[in-house]
């Protein structure tokens, strides 16, 4: 009998007990990048027990120590405490018991450890721990410190670099034809808040080939919705190479040159002179144009020399100015003894013409002999005839003769 009465009084206490070990709350780690909003969710569940107050603790970086920052109350009523203010607001539902809250505009400094604390009555306070991880996404550049400058050693060619990234970020090279060329070589450095650069240089021996050759740094992080493509012209740099001088026009007496070299960085400066007749400096500066006055003084070799910090190169002009004096007598000259000797050439063709003529007529003017007197009259018509005869034969002996 006495054990039936203690039953009850010995089942309640162990009936509540479990009914406090059965209260929980919940929520879940939470990563976000670096501007974005954070939603914290916090639940408590398996009690019918009424609210009292929600409270919110943080324990960061900015924050070592763990310090409340927000108490909400069963009516729904928030008390911002401790700095965050107007980023922070309550995002739940006091009512059936949902805790969660908005942090916005997240930072490097917000990640850490974050409690929600749920207090009922009259069990007394859970709660639950949450960890908000911040991840930053790199700032990509891609260039070099110090341009490569052609030579025979292998050296620095480009520079990828992904700075302050959290965490790490991946950086490849997308290379092409130039992936047996040359070898990516990484660094990695963290600083005081876990922040990570990583440094990719592509390492190769610099020549004039590799000027303007195309590649391409390729980043992957989870800050990052896509993957990041930087393209790249690789910048060699190497003194003046072959000179070439080409004409620009002529503009009446005046005849313009350009100087023209393949160099980068561009040619700085552009040296004009003359080596033959005289030796002198005709002009320096940036300009490559050369305007020579068409006399005969002009006449000569001229050189243009083409320069950068890293060398120069010379090329070489012959100037001879067709139009000058000397070259107009010796045309005169000449014309003047073609036409002479045409004019003497027709001369003799008419003196022997008259020499052919003079025998011609000598000839045809002697008597014709014949057998019978009546025929005397007739002599005019033979003599004609004998002298068409001497003609056609004179033509005939011309022409073979020319």
């Given at each position: 009998?006495?054990?039936?009465?203690?039953?009850?009084?010995?089942?309640?206490?162990?009936?509540?007990?479990?009914?406090?070990?059965?209260?929980?709350?919940?929520?879940?780690?939470?990563?976000?990048?670096?501007?974005?909003?954070?939603?914290?969710?916090?639940?408590?569940?398996?009690?019918?027990?009424?609210?009292?107050?929600?409270?919110?603790?943080?324990?960061?970086?900015?924050?070592?120590?763990?310090?409340?920052?927000?108490?909400?109350?069963?009516?729904?009523?928030?008390?911002?405490?401790?700095?965050?203010?107007?980023?922070?607001?309550?995002?739940?539902?006091?009512?059936?018991?949902?805790?969660?809250?908005?942090?916005?505009?997240?930072?490097?400094?917000?990640?850490?450890?974050?409690?929600?604390?749920?207090?009922?009555?009259?069990?007394?306070?859970?709660?639950?721990?949450?960890?908000?991880?911040?991840?930053?996404?790199?700032?990509?550049?891609?260039?070099?410190?110090?341009?490569?400058?052609?030579?025979?050693?292998?050296?620095?060619?480009?520079?990828?670099?992904?700075?302050?990234?959290?965490?790490?970020?991946?950086?490849?090279?997308?290379?092409?034809?130039?992936?047996?060329?040359?070898?990516?070589?990484?660094?990695?450095?963290?600083?005081?808040?876990?922040?990570?650069?990583?440094?990719?240089?592509?390492?190769?021996?610099?020549?004039?080939?590799?000027?303007?050759?195309?590649?391409?740094?390729?980043?992957?992080?989870?800050?990052?919705?896509?993957?990041?493509?930087?393209?790249?012209?690789?910048?060699?740099?190497?003194?003046?190479?072959?000179?070439?001088?080409?004409?620009?026009?002529?503009?009446?007496?005046?005849?313009?040159?350009?100087?023209?070299?393949?160099?980068?960085?561009?040619?700085?400066?552009?040296?004009?002179?003359?080596?033959?007749?005289?030796?002198?400096?005709?002009?320096?500066?940036?300009?490559?144009?050369?305007?020579?006055?068409?006399?005969?003084?002009?006449n000569g070799h001229y050189y243009c020399v083409a320069s950068n910090q890293y060398g120069e190169a010379v090329g070489y002009l012959y100037m001879y100015d067709k139009t000058t004096p000397e070259s107009k007598t010796?045309?005169?000259?000449?014309?003047?003894?073609?036409?002479?000797?045409?004019?003497?050439?027709?001369?003799?063709?008419?003196?022997?013409?008259?020499?052919?003529?003079?025998?011609?007529?000598?000839?045809?003017?002697?008597?014709?002999?014949?057998?019978?007197?009546?025929?005397?009259?007739?002599?005019?018509?033979?003599?004609?005839?004998?002298?068409?005869?001497?003609?056609?034969?004179?033509?005939?002996?011309?022409?073979?003769?020319?």
């Amino acid at each position: 009998m006495m054990f039936r009465i203690y039953l009850p009084c010995f089942c309640l206490p162990l009936l509540f007990f479990a009914s406090i070990k059965a209260i929980k709350v919940i929520g879940w780690h939470v990563t976000v990048t670096a501007g974005d909003d954070a939603q914290l969710f916090c639940e408590a569940i398996e009690t019918t027990e009424p609210l009292t107050t929600i409270r919110w603790q943080r324990h960061t970086k900015k924050k070592p120590t763990n310090t409340d920052f927000l108490v909400i109350t069963s009516s729904g009523k928030e008390e911002h405490i401790n700095g965050l203010g107007g980023r922070v607001k309550f995002a739940g539902n006091s009512a059936v018991l949902d805790g969660s809250i908005l942090l916005s505009n997240v930072t490097l400094l917000d990640e850490g450890n974050y409690t929600c604390i749920f207090s009922v009555f009259p069990s007394g306070q859970y709660k639950t721990e949450i960890h908000l991880r911040v991840q930053v996404p790199p700032v990509v550049t891609v260039g070099t410190n110090v341009p490569a400058v052609a030579g025979d050693t292998e050296g620095i060619l480009a520079t990828c670099t992904a700075a302050n990234a959290k965490p790490a970020a991946e950086v490849l090279w997308s290379l092409g034809a130039l992936n047996n060329t040359v070898k990516v070589q990484n660094t990695v450095t963290v600083d005081s808040e876990d922040r990570y650069t990583v440094k990719s240089n592509l390492i190769g021996t610099a020549s004039k080939d590799l000027n303007q050759k195309k590649v391409q740094c390729v980043v992957t992080h989870p800050g990052l919705k896509q993957k990041l493509e930087l393209s790249y012209t690789l910048d060699i740099h190497y003194p003046p190479q072959v000179v070439y001088i080409s004409s620009a026009g002529d503009q009446g007496e005046t005849c313009e040159f350009l100087c023209a070299t393949d160099a980068n960085p561009k040619p700085t400066n552009f040296t004009w002179g003359r080596s033959f007749p005289v030796n002198e400096t005709l002009s320096s500066g940036v300009n490559s144009s050369l305007i020579v006055q068409l006399t005969p003084d002009s006449n000569g070799h001229y050189y243009c020399v083409a320069s950068n910090q890293y060398g120069e190169a010379v090329g070489y002009l012959y100037m001879y100015d067709k139009t000058t004096p000397e070259s107009k007598t010796c045309w005169t000259l000449f014309i003047l003894t073609l036409v002479a000797g045409v004019c003497c050439f027709l001369f003799w063709k008419f003196e022997l013409f008259q020499r052919i003529n003079k025998i011609l007529r000598r000839d045809i003017g002697q008597p014709v002999r014949t057998e019978s007197p009546d025929r005397a009259e007739g002599t005019n018509t033979c003599n004609k005839t004998l002298y068409w005869d001497h003609t056609l034969a004179w033509w005939r002996g011309l022409s073979s003769f020319k």
